[in-house]
């Protein structure tokens, strides 16, 4: 399982629906709108994950 860099919810890999690339990583998102923020400004929350 994944975790939506956005709202932290866990993502399965193999049904989610919105995926993000970013810096050669897939990024998984729960829904539409979480992908759309990450798409935004990546840089902020793969930064954020990093340190979780």
């Not at 897939?26 to 990093?50: I, L, M, R």
Request: glycine residues 6%.
């Amino acid at each position: 399982m994944a975790v939506d860099p956005i709202c932290k919810m866990t993502v399965d890999e193999k049904t989610a629906e919105y995926t993000s690339e970013y810096n050669g990583k897939t990024y998984y998102f729960c829904a539409p709108g979480c992908k759309k923020k990450f798409d935004e400004n990546p840089g902020q929350y793969v930064a954020q994950s990093d340190e979780a």
